[in-house]
């Protein structure tokens, strides 16, 4: 019997979904709540499962062929910025952009809980396309995901310091007060964890010496860079625009 294998091909129907840049892929881990639990991670935040977020990034740019510019992490999400339609792996293919993403994530995570955390649970990460029309919209997204981990990290704080019942309903502002009351000035716990961390690629001239002609060159290398700050603040904005713009040229 002849196999007729384009009809097979024809079933793939969401194949030839496919997408263009700018856009943002965020991946998001699968019930961390309890994982993180399970691990017994420190609460509400462990610095060796930042880490590990922030160096499964850094994998995902260098060393995958991806071609990111920018990546955002806080808690269990990161945000994976393409700027140009060129810099988009399987020409675009959202089936493949959204599954091979998560998976370096899970698998690099997956490795990095066993070893660090003994951890023998299987993880796993979702995946959804941000669509952004602009460098500007990007900013604008990057900021929003910014303010959600200064919100949790707020609020987590509050749970632990103040008390879960204690703090329902209370407003941002309250929530500092009544911190610094108890002994915790925000402005003294870690960037990270107010603000989450950018990953990034920063372009650094070195010194080279030319074996041929035996003269000193300048050469451009590209290395990764982090940085954590508070992405909704107008500063914030200006930086982080700075460095896309870095990125974009
Ligand atoms: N202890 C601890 N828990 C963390 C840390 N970072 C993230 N988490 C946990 O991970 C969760 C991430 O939030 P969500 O993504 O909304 O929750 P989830 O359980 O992963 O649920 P789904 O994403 O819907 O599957 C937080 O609610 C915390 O429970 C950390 O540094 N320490
Ligand atoms: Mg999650």
Redesign the pocket.
């Known amino acids: 019997m002849r196999i007729d294998e384009s009809k097979f091909r024809r079933w793939e129907i969401y194949s030839g979904e496919v997408i263009r840049a700018p856009v943002i892929v965020r991946i998001?881990?699968?019930?961390?709540?309890?994982?993180?639990?399970e691990?017994g991670?420190?609460?509400?935040?462990?610095?060796r499962?930042?880490r590990g977020m922030v160096k499964a990034s850094e994998k995902i740019m260098a060393k995958t062929g991806l071609n990111i510019s920018l990546t955002y992490t806080m808690?269990?999400?990161a945000s994976f910025l393409f700027l140009k339609d060129k810099h988009l792996p399987f020409r675009g293919r959202i089936e493949k952009i959204l599954s091979v993403i998560p998976s370096y994530a899970s698998a690099y995570i997956q490795n990095y809980l066993r070893e660090k955390f003994s951890y023998e649970g299987l993880v796993s990460f979702?995946a959804r396309i941000v669509k952004v029309q602009s460098l500007l919209e990007a900013i604008e997204y990057f900021s929003w995901r910014c303010s959600e981990a200064f919100r949790?990290f707020l609020n987590?704080y509050a749970q632990e310091i103040i008390g879960r019942k204690e703090t329902y309903g209370l407003k941002g502002r309250d929530i500092v007060e009544k911190l610094f009351l108890k002994g915790f000035n925000i402005q003294e716990a870690e960037e990270w964890q107010r603000y989450g961390t950018i990953i990034y690629w920063e372009e650094i001239e070195k010194e080279g010496f030319d074996p041929i002609t035996k003269e000193k060159v300048t050469v451009r290398r590209r290395r990764i860079h982090l940085a954590s700050f508070d992405i909704a603040s107008m500063h914030g904005r200006i930086r982080l625009q700075d460095i896309l713009s870095e990125c974009n040229r």
């Open positions: 998001d881990g699968k019930n961390f709540h309890r994982v993180t639990r691990c991670m420190k609460k509400p935040f462990d610095e499962f930042h808690s269990d999400e979702d949790n987590s």
